[in-house]
């Protein structure tokens, strides 16, 4: 393709883009559609010969909208929603046609030096000690598998024997990576949360004692800021006195919850935060960067290096001594210039400006909570400390599960967990479009889809 | 950043990637600069408040080019080089504009389905047999990661007597891929080649016998398609029957050389795959795709969900018994809109013209070691198989290290390897605009730098 070429249907995209985001909310956020329909529409054999790029942008605007689950739009409250933002998408643009590869400083100096300073801009709007090692990855399970394989290379000895520790309530990625890391499923602890969600501190102790008088070697808890199922908050400072009297290393999974801090009245989430060994949060989650985009911190990036750093002779340079490669830290060798989009981002917005963002969506979350809270029909399931609200109808499982595939039929799109053996449903904000017109009409839908009980 | 707002920055971007792909010559490919060099130019201070996008474009314009090493620069000949394409950097704008995630099927069909489809045809291009499950992951480490994980999870029981195999040859992505999945360092072989750098069946078979003689469990072995430093090809046939033989899991590394397949005259490279338990192919490294697109084979899908399906209450959704969640084969729950980009580079070149384009690669290196033949002074030190061709000065290490950074220093970059403990040069063909007088010119100046013994 040609650079006319690029620029003429390079325009024809942004104009495709601006577009889609001023009239996004014409699209039903949940498509209509079933496994299997799209497949249905496309050829099943490979192409041989080149197409038209009009001929290919035509088919994009004629399937792919239609069959897709549109995360940018306002009206999306599941899992935890996120922004796809313009600064975000121009950075994305200019890191596609760069196309650097990050995994050596010479191999790409600015890709990783812009991200040794964002990542420390990071660390200041978040309130973080100086002298944390920062590092992008794709998404905070990939960035927790590696702080779990740094504990275990700092552990030592054979695996099978190392036992890690996580809340009830941690998200299923913690578990995953300790899978992954060879960690036996059988020595995988989930520790009992208190009434308020929170792990529980006695327990932890409790089973890290039982787990050492029974000879195993207990090598790693895992705290969370902003639980997947209720963004509850583990009580870090408490889990943090075990963690050093036992030698565990303490890895904090904050992916949606830590953004918050950026929020200066909000700080006090990441107490104790500067104590951990490693700590992860998601600018793709809560701070308007497109996907994808996790951010490990740590107080010990030798231990990365120690577990992750082989250098075969193609990748040494004249420079090894001087820098940071990337690539040492972790499995994949390529890096997208991922911190291109962070700079943009967040100068474009600047801290107050984002916090701004933030507290509007903590502000809906909260009026939100409110209206649940006015109708009997309805229960507050888990305090509401950031942007995320869970709630149920006080019926059955089923009458939960009938109103959300109704609300979520009807425009709408919410999620839904389980606590204490109870579905219950979630609304998340975090789209930067979200109003609290969006909102009230969320509730609107949800009372609408409960009123069977009424008739 | 409202939409109209994006549609004026975006064209201005789109202008200045139009712009930059027009003029790249006249950038160094790697820049002169010295580690810390950008960092001293940015703030250290994080921004509190937000700025406008015009000055973080003219910054960006400012700064960052000039401390880019130009992977899409036509003079990239090192490590492999490649290309991000018109099509491709289209498919990733409307990604990011999107900013789907595509962990299940429900939260974004089209990711999923678009997924299947491409990596459907990829796997026709190729001549690789149906019914092999496809899965895209960000680089070829991690897709190797995965395939031991997988591997290791199917041999079960404790992993301290697990052992595994790769040539003395296989990328440093192989051992960390071990070490990461807990095979402990000992356990790792490297198996020796032979005069054509491929792997010793006869070897790996001796390998395999002394470890089951010792105790141990050989559970997987690592062949190569195109070996990092020579692109040599290991014997997959040969490979293939002691893998059977002995139960181990057989993945083939094909990160750069499997997509030579495409050229219906190079499918005799992917001789033996359709035997492999999984196999991974590099879209992003020969086929024009910008970062990241790795894209991993398997016959035992099964495998790979018994390896890492974990699902919460969160995630469950109506369809999960008819679809294929993609969130269920690997580590990374978010997923990015990869498929698309591949649809729209797969479908504006077809196979016939992106054939062409790799035929065009392989022509270049072919000539370009015709004239080191003819140079009496250099001498090849591998076979050309496809787009990479090795070399050295015949001096000392000293000679061709100061030949290299003279090369580099003049507009080109190339790597180097060590080879029999040799330092030797690398040339890597795979740029969408390199020409053979960029070659060529990579030639005089490789002579140029080696003048030094003519005076």
């Known amino acids: 393709m040609t650079p006319e070429e690029f ?15 001023a009239n996004i909310r014409d699209f039903p956020v949940l498509p209509a559609v079933e ?3 799209l497949i249905a529409k496309l050829p099943a054999d490979a192409p041989e010969e080149g197409e038209s790029m009009e001929a290919i942008l035509a088919d994009f605007r004629r399937l792919i909208p239609p069959h897709m689950t549109h995360w940018n739009h306002p009206r999306f409250f599941a899992y935890f929603a996120n922004s796809s933002t313009g600064p975000g998408i121009l950075g994305e643009m200019l890191s596609a046609a760069m196309n650097a590869n990050g995994m050596l400083w ?7 030096e812009l991200e040794e300073v964002t990542l420390d801009w990071l660390r200041q709007w978040l309130g973080l000690p100086e002298k944390l090692f920062g590092i992008i990855h794709d998404t905070a399970s990939t960035a927790t598998f590696h702080a779990l394989v740094a504990a275990r290379e700092r552990a030592g000895g054979d695996h099978g024997d ?15 990576a300790a899978l992954a890391a060879g960690i036996a499923r059988e020595n995988i602890r989930r520790v009992e949360a208190d009434h308020d969600f929170r792990m529980r501190a006695d327990r932890l102790e409790a089973s890290i004692q039982a787990d050492l008088t029974a000879g195993l070697r207990p090598f790693c808890v895992t705290a969370c800021i902003g639980t997947t199922g209720m963004a509850s908050v583990d009580p870090v400072p408490d ?3 075990i963690a050093v009297q036992h030698g565990l290393w303490l890895h904090v ?3 949606y919850a830590g953004s918050a801090a950026i ?10 935060v500067e104590q951990a060994d490693s700590f992860v949060v998601n600018p793709h989650k809560w701070m308007l960067a497109p996907m994808d985009l996790s951010v490990l911190y740590t107080r010990h990036p030798e231990a990365f290096r120690q577990a992750f750093s082989l250098i075969p002779e193609i990748l040494r340079t004249p420079y090894d001594d001087a820098v940071n490669n990337r690539m040492d830290y972790g499995v994949p060798l390529g890096r997208r210039f991922r911190a291109l989009k962070l700079w943009f981002i967040m100068r474009y917005y ?3 400006r984002l916090a701004g963002i933030l507290e509007g969506h903590m502000r809906m979350a909260a009026e939100f909570a409110e209206m649940v809270k006015r109708d009997e029909r309805f229960e507050l399931c888990a305090p509401v400390l950031f942007s995320l609200v869970c709630f149920r109808y006080q019926g059955t499982d089923d009458d939960n599960s009938r109103i959300l595939e109704q609300v979520n039929g009807s425009g709408w799109f919410l999620s839904h967990t389980r606590i204490g053996g109870r579905k219950v449903l979630r609304l998340a904000i975090g789209n930067r479009a979200t109003t609290i017109e969006d909102v009230r009409g969320a509730w609107d839908a949800i009372r609408r889809a409960s009123a069977f009980e009424l008739t």
């Open 162 to 176: 190392l036992t890690c520790y996580a809340s009830e309530h941690a998200h299923s990625s913690v578990e995953k």
């Open 350 to 352: 600047g801290r107050q």
């Open 106 to 112: 010479r191999s790409a100096p600015a890709v990783s």
């Open 253 to 255: 999974d904050a992916a």
């Open 239 to 241: 889990i943090t006195k």
């Open 7 to 21: 620029r003429k249907f390079g325009h024809e995209v942004v104009d495709w883009i601006a577009d889609y985001s």
């Open 35 to 37: 496994p299997g329909d």
């Open 263 to 272: 929020v200066s009245s909000m700080r006090h989430v990441l107490e104790g």
